[in-house]
């Protein structure tokens, strides 16, 4: 299983930026996926989830609003819109897919993760 993301980088606040996550070697359709960020010193925390079907997302309260996840199943891709962002968003944000049959927001029922992309706002 190889969960490649890509599309991070430097933006000054108020910018926008779009994350992409390709998947291989996991029955895409079939799992729920995520994005999750780690700031320097912190833990990793949860972004957003979307369904297999792509028809229900969920948000953390810090970037609802201002992100939007997709996917494109045939595609085996899973994207995150940010905009308006802020200095507090910057970090290492990582696709994951989750083994459970529902969204959650715990990094345990994440079992496929990929490597990392920095996303770094400047005030």
């Known amino acids: 299983v190889q969960l490649q993301a890509s599309g991070g980088g430097l933006v000054q606040a108020g910018g926008s930026l779009r994350l992409s996550c390709a998947a291989s070697g996991l029955p895409f359709s079939n799992r729920i996926m995520g994005w999750f960020r780690q700031a320097p010193g912190e833990e990793r925390e949860f972004v957003a989830a979307?369904?297999?079907?792509?028809?229900?997302?969920y948000y953390a309260d810090s970037v609802k609003g201002r992100f939007t996840i997709s996917r494109d199943n045939a595609k085996n891709t899973v994207s995150l819109q940010m905009n308006s962002l802020k200095p507090d968003d910057t970090a290492v944000y990582y696709c994951?897919?989750?083994?459970?049959?529902?969204?959650?927001?715990?990094?345990?029922?994440?079992?496929?993760w990929g490597q990392g992309t920095q996303v770094t706002v400047s005030s």
């Open positions: 979307i369904t297999r079907n792509g028809a229900g997302t």
């Open positions: 994951a897919a989750d083994r459970s049959y529902q969204i959650t927001t715990r990094r345990s029922e994440y079992d496929y």
